[in-house]
């Protein structure tokens, strides 16, 4: 069984830096990891993915301002963000493999508000 935990969410001032943690327990080496956010009231949004190649993606709305990273234990990931908006708050999920058949953890708050 594999287990996925976040860390690293928070309360933060506009234009501040969060840093998200995440690792996964289990065999899950060479394989897509993302980070995933929904606010309240609205849809969950892909935030970036990296593969097991360490090619990267974005979401439109957080290019240039976050950046994802895999650890040097290939079960861990991180989410650099920076430049933090009040429209970044939600509740981040982080990813390991696909949408429809990976495994989510549960959750971390970021909250960027003065």
């Known amino acids: 069984q594999v287990q996925v935990v976040e860390s690293g969410g928070g309360l933060v001032q506009p234009g501040g830096s969060l840093r998200l943690s995440c690792a996964a327990s289990?065999?899950?080496?060479?394989?897509?990891m993302g980070w995933y956010r929904q606010a309240p009231g609205k849809q969950r949004e892909l935030v970036a993915t990296?593969?097991?190649?360490?090619?990267?993606t974005y979401g439109d709305s957080v290019k240039g301002r976050f950046t994802i990273s895999r650890g040097n234990a290939k079960n861990t990931v991180y989410l650099q963000m920076n430049s933090l908006k009040p429209e970044d708050t939600a509740v981040y999920y982080c990813l390991f493999g696909t949408p429809g058949a990976g495994y989510w953890g549960q959750g971390t708050q970021v909250t960027v508000s003065s």
């Open positions: 990296i593969t097991s190649a360490g090619r990267t």
């Open positions: 289990g065999s899950v080496f060479s394989i897509t």
